[in-house]
């Protein structure tokens, strides 16, 4: 039993006994997985760099209140992001999509996404052979070493019980920034990914369209935590349809100062119930919280 710093909150297994550490990591063998904050992750496995919803700038409240342009931190892209093959969004909120064209500009990634995120990294420079738009129904695709599956969801309604900033974003100016208010959602998707006979599934936002998940399970689960208490049942039926082996808590971080100043909560987050709800609908799994940029090794034989 490990204790999750700052919160007291246990964990039920620690990063390093899933996998293996340092030089004891074999690509051919293993999947690495790093969280940096919110929804954004980096995996990576048998030669390929997936992002998912990268996003690090991270700018203040007050920056994000006064309605100015969201200038990405090119410093922290680089940092944390140093190589990316594919960059993968799953709607478009400047907290999931503000800093992907400049990844995929840098790196020479290409961009995965609704219309409207293809849109936004169109006006911001990402040529178009470096696009790849990905209907409202979803869809299936190989990326490098991974099959990858875009599954319509939703987002979650805690917005006085209504997705916040909805609908599509029409009009990107060529070369300009937009405020946060301009990252409308566009269309929202959970996206599933498999890679040797490991399977992982990442919840950007807290909803779900159970129908999408039928038949589709998924041994690592990376599931959104914001707004989850506006989504009735979201837990019980996340677990009952994917069947998780292991579940990475994540897009429960404030993310409004940089990753240096350490991991802050977001308000209602409550991870205590999300520990109880754990017991209960998926009792079998093992949680797993790294910190920001703790390397995860996992099995690809899974």
Not at 87 to 93: D, E, P, Y
Request: glycine residues 10%; neutral net charge; proline residues 9%.
């Amino acid at each position: 039993m490990r204790w999750l710093p700052n919160f007291e909150i246990p964990w039920e297994r620690s990063p390093s006994a899933l996998g293996l550490e340092g030089s004891r990591f074999e690509e051919k063998k293993h999947l690495s997985l790093r969280w940096l904050g919110t929804a954004g992750y980096e995996i990576s496995a048998l030669g390929t760099t997936v992002l998912l919803d990268p996003f690090v700038s991270r700018p203040g409240l007050p920056h994000l209140l006064s309605r100015s342009p969201l200038i990405p931190c090119e410093a922290a892209g680089r940092r944390y992001f140093p190589k990316a093959d594919f960059i993968l969004v799953g709607h478009s909120h400047y907290d999931h999509l503000l800093d992907v064209p400049e990844i995929a500009l840098r790196t020479g990634a290409t961009v995965v996404g609704s219309a409207s995120t293809c849109r936004v990294a169109r006006a911001r420079g990402v040529p178009e052979d470096k696009l790849r738009e990905v209907p409202p129904a979803g869809g299936k695709m190989r990326l490098g070493s991974f099959e990858v599956q875009f599954i319509p969801s939703r987002h979650g309604k805690f917005f006085f019980g209504r997705v916040p900033l909805d609908g599509e974003i029409t009009h990107c100016p060529h070369g300009e920034h937009m405020p946060a208010n301009g990252y409308r959602v566009g269309n929202v998707f959970g996206i599933w990914l498999k890679a040797g006979n490991l399977t992982l599934y990442h919840n950007g936002s807290a909803d779900l369209v159970d129908a999408e998940l039928e038949g589709l399970k998924a041994q690592v689960h990376l599931v959104g935590l914001a707004g989850r208490f506006a989504t009735p049942d979201y837990f019980e039926r996340l677990a009952r349809l994917l069947s998780p082996e292991w579940i990475f808590p994540t897009h429960y971080d404030a993310f409004f100062a940089p990753l240096e100043a350490g991991l802050k909560l977001l308000p209602a987050i409550n991870l205590r119930d999300f520990f109880r709800q754990m017991e209960r609908f998926a009792p079998r799994a093992d949680v797993v919280m790294p910190a920001y940029e703790e390397p995860v090794a996992l099995p690809l034989s899974g």
